[in-house]
């Protein structure tokens, strides 16, 4: 009971924490618009704050990432042991990690 009951406010928490994600642009899309603009920006203070803006975005799609591959594994997991909603639920966490690294 306690395994779901910590599942359940794992996955609220983390559609909640999702929501930010997809108010605005995906987090590779804005990593990469700031990468750009780094590279052809002309001054060395606009390449900086362009750089780091890019390396906070990458840095959030890959911990949803690695966070998509750990729910992953659940699922693979639970599923193996007949655990349904447990495999389910893992599922649906990986999803919203993955929607989130986009």
């Known amino acids: 009971m306690d395994m779901k009951l910590t599942s359940l406010w794992a996955g609220v ?8 994600a997809y108010a605005g642009e995906s987090h590779m899309t804005e990593a990469l618009k700031h990468a ?3 590279a052809k920006a ?8 362009h750089a780091e803006a890019a390396k906070t975005h ?6 949803h990432l690695d966070a998509g591959i750990t729910s ?9 042991l007949k655990h349904t909603d447990l495999a389910k639920k893992s599922a649906e966490e990986a999803v919203t990690h993955l929607k989130a690294a986009q």
């Open 42 to 49: 002309d001054d060395s203070k606009a390449i900086v704050e």
């Open 13 to 20: 928490f983390l559609t909640l924490a999702s929501f930010g």
């Open 72 to 80: 992953l594994n659940d699922a693979i997991d639970h599923g193996k």
């Open 58 to 63: 990458a840095k959030t799609a890959d911990e």
């Open 36 to 38: 750009e603009a780094a």
